[in-house]
């Protein structure tokens, strides 16, 4: 390794991952894990801060974990773990809760638009931010790999690393968000306004990693398009198409002007069928290794060894933040 950083991220079991999920941010962790000391964690204990049917989350969670594998994570050098696996994430999790002021989480955009509408809206969701902060801080991660929608809650996890090395001494690294040039926030395919999200009731709406091909067909065939009959990429002024073409670039490895060029003076409909042609054969493989990793009753020794090596790291970390905050720690 070159210049090893240290890694974390992470994705909730709250539904089937989309290619929001995929583009967005589980792309770049296998480019990652090659360079790099790498931490993925499926955050369970997010996933509870809206409220999961219990048989639901068991199979979301092996689900989450076997997609890691079946992308090309290896779990020999990248950590693959559950949250609550490794209890340092609730405790510091509190800690930074401490930290945090009300007025900086009300300000967070994911919790304002989950609680929007809700009559009752629980706890859990208004202090999920400092939860990821310490899921962060707990690796000193210097590189934390994600879509656009988590950049608010990076910046509020470098405000309360700073807080807390400025209360208690340098303890904490300050970490960078890593995110993508093309891909940072995928749409709805039923609205480009939305991020494309895998709790959304309407399935119509993402294309699940594990969709069906017919399904995927269906669903892009069926996705929202502008006026007009031009494939151009313009976020602005002709937003579906260019979720499209996002797509489309991402799971082809073709680059946007190119696709442009090549659908001149097409309309729609032959543009559409290639799309749905090109995320096909991008899931078909992750697809088929899914298949086998679920059915090779793997999954459990790599998150027994996974949460091992993990705890290892977050245990020492969290022990020093409480020795500086001022907590008596046990005799060893
Ligand atoms: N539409 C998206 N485009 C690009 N990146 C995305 N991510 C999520 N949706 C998109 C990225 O995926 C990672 C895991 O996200 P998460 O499961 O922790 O929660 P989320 O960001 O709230 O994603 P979802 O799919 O919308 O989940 P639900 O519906 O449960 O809230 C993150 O890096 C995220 O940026």
């Not at 974390?8 to 995929?22: A, E, H, M």
């Not at 590189?143 to 209360?167: I, M, S």
């Not at 976020?235 to 260019?242: G, H, L």
Request: charged share 25%.
């Amino acid at each position: 390794m070159a210049n090893p950083k240290r890694v974390l991220s992470g994705i909730q079991p709250s539904g089937r991952l989309t290619i929001g999920n995929y583009i967005g941010a589980m792309k770049s962790y296998v480019a990652l894990q090659e360079e790099h000391d790498c931490y993925y964690m499926i955050a369970d204990l997010h996933g509870i801060t809206v409220p999961q049917d219990p048989e639901a989350l068991r199979e979301q969670t092996e689900m989450v974990t076997a997609l890691y594998v079946a992308i090309g994570l290896n779990p020999d050098k990248a950590a693959i773990f559950l949250q609550s696996h490794v209890p340092a994430h609730a405790e510091l999790g509190w800690i930074m809760t401490t930290l945090s002021y009300m007025g900086e989480l009300e300000r967070m955009t994911q919790f304002k638009d989950k609680s929007a509408g809700k009559e009752a809206v629980g706890a859990g969701l208004f202090v999920y931010p400092p939860l990821m902060a310490a899921d962060i801080l707990l690796y000193k991660a210097h590189l934390v790999p994600v879509g656009d929608d988590q950049k608010q809650h990076l910046e509020l996890t470098r405000d309360l690393a700073g807080r807390f090395n400025h209360r208690f001494g340098e303890t904490l690294v300050v970490p960078e968000p890593l995110i993508p040039k093309l891909g940072a926030r995928i749409m709805s395919l039923d609205d480009a306004s939305k991020k494309m999200s895998k709790s959304n009731p309407n399935p119509g709406s993402y294309i699940a990693m594990l969709d069906s091909p017919d399904d995927i067909r269906k669903k892009i065939s069926r996705a929202k398009t502008d006026l007009g009959r031009e494939i151009a990429y313009d976020p602005e002024e002709k937003p579906e198409i260019s979720n499209l073409i996002t797509i489309f670039s991402q799971c082809s490895g073709k680059s946007v002007p190119d696709i442009e060029k090549a659908y001149e003076g097409q309309g729609y409909g032959t543009f559409k069928k290639d799309v749905a042609e090109a995320v096909v054969s991008a899931l078909e493989p992750i697809q088929a290794r899914y298949a086998d990793i679920r059915a090779s009753g793997e999954i459990h020794r790599i998150l027994k060894d996974g949460a091992d090596r993990a705890a290892a790291v977050a245990d020492a970390t969290l022990r020093e933040a409480k020795q500086a905050m001022g907590f008596l720690l046990p005799r060893r």
